[in-house]
């Protein structure tokens, strides 16, 4: 990769990269269960499941696709 114009960039690539390590392995499992639970009660796949995330906040998370969120089953 080449050089970013923006510091800010590179310190973000390297939060988002793989860190293969426990921590990172805790929260793929913690969010496959997010994403099972949701595929058992929605009937739906969610559109993404990450186990690394940028954020400070949150380890992983589960996206699903702004319709469905809309939806109401009866």
Do not use: W
Not at 6 to 30: P, W, Y
Not at 42 to 65: C, D, E, H, I, N
Request: with cysteine; aromatic share 8%.
């Amino acid at each position: 990769m080449g050089e970013s114009k923006f510091a800010g960039r590179s310190m973000i690539e390297k939060l988002k990269r793989n860190r293969k390590d426990d921590l990172q392995a805790l929260v793929a499992v913690h969010e496959t269960g997010h994403a099972i639970c949701y595929m058992f009660t929605q009937g739906k796949y969610p559109s993404k499941v990450f186990s690394v995330s940028s954020t400070a906040f949150t380890g992983g998370m589960m996206l699903v696709k702004n319709e469905d969120l809309l939806t109401v089953k009866s």
